[in-house]
């Protein structure tokens, strides 16, 4: 089990394979404001695309939805945008779903 010890003795980063690599590829985890813990209460969904403005943010948006918080949702990109594509966010608008922040 991940814990906080663990994250010390390794600079902050797990041994889990996940972690080094949404850490190494897209910088997620640095940048999450929880990091270096985790909410091992819940399980944890990470969508990846390359922008991260368009359909990783649609899925983290029906994740979210969906889950009612029962699930933390984080979105990544290996090349991400600054913003997020405004039709994707008016799509989800359409079913009710704001991704726009």
Known sequence: MRNKRESEENGGISNHSWDRYALNH??????????????????SVLFVCVHNAGRSQMAAGFMTALSGGKVEVLSAGSAPKDSINPIAVEAMAEVGIDIAN
């Open 26 to 43: 897209f910088g997620i985890l640095a940048k999450a404001p929880h990091y270096p813990y985790y909410h091992f209460d819940m399980p």
